[in-house]
């Protein structure tokens, strides 16, 4: 295996014997400027040796991203290395979960070309990408043990490593549910009774037209409280709102 880059932040290096790209954060970049120096990087050698697998160690990694700056990883670096060649990446988490949800969330929310897996060991990433089938799932046992509660208090569970995949997406889809619950009691304490209460009725389907006789006002006044529950919710996108409130 031969190191092909050794950065501030990131080392790469190169088997070709397994046609396989290992990075390796020896510490989180700093900002989003930096990280994107190291990505960009990380494209280019892609493009020069073109292995099959990736696989990212991200132990030190503890940066998190905002969507613009994963769209730009979407084009810039996860598309191109597909065409360069790319068929798995792994992804072995690294010792702060919450930014790697993060990175799960925004393989999800871009729709990425990738479609990464996630392992809490080196090993276990390492016997998937050896894997012949790609599509090919470890076959999960789903047991997960209570092992007590840490010197600060903290409580320790034990997952079998090949589940570890499926336990970030649940972990992350957990947390952004309650995020979204979250955003909407904030969203809906902004609108007074009435404006909530025509909120409810459009978000079951009710027309504008239908709301005003059911709450006995006039078809302007109903279009009216619409009006003021958009400016206040700053949006003019009528889908945008009712789905958000019907999730």
């Not at 020069?48 to 769209?71: A, M």
């Not at 025509?198 to 709450?215: T, Y």
Request: glycine share 4%; hydrophobic share 35%; with cysteine.
């Amino acid at each position: 295996m031969n190191i092909v880059y050794k950065g501030k932040y990131l080392i790469i290096t190169f088997d070709s014997n397994e046609s396989l790209f290992v990075q390796n954060w020896l510490r989180s970049p700093k900002d989003v400027t930096s990280f994107k120096k190291e990505m960009l990087i990380y494209t280019t050698l892609y493009k020069k040796y073109r292995p099959k697998n990736s696989l990212w160690l991200q132990k030190n990694y503890d940066l998190n991203l905002d969507y613009e700056t994963q769209l730009w990883i979407e084009k810039k670096v996860n598309e191109p290395i597909v065409s360069y060649g790319n068929k798995k990446c792994a992804l072995v988490v690294g010792d702060n979960v919450i930014p790697h949800l993060g990175v799960i969330d925004a393989f999800e929310k871009i729709k990425s070309c990738l479609a990464p897996k996630h392992f809490g060991s080196e090993d276990e990433a390492r016997k998937w990408l050896k894997a012949t089938n790609q599509n090919g799932e470890i076959i999960q046992n789903k047991k997960i043990t209570f092992a007590g509660v840490d010197l600060d208090g903290n409580a320790i569970f034990k997952v079998p490593s090949e589940n570890i995949n499926a336990l970030l997406k649940s972990l992350n889809d957990s947390i952004n549910k309650d995020k979204r619950t979250d955003d909407q009691q904030e969203k809906y304490a902004l609108l007074t009774k009435r404006e909530q209460e025509i909120l409810a009725l459009l978000v079951n389907g009710k027309k504008l037209q239908e709301i005003a006789k059911l709450l006995f006002i006039s078809v302007y006044t109903a279009r009216t409280h619409w009006r003021n529950i958009k400016t206040k919710l700053k949006t003019d996108n009528n889908n945008l709102i009712l789905s958000f409130f019907k999730q």
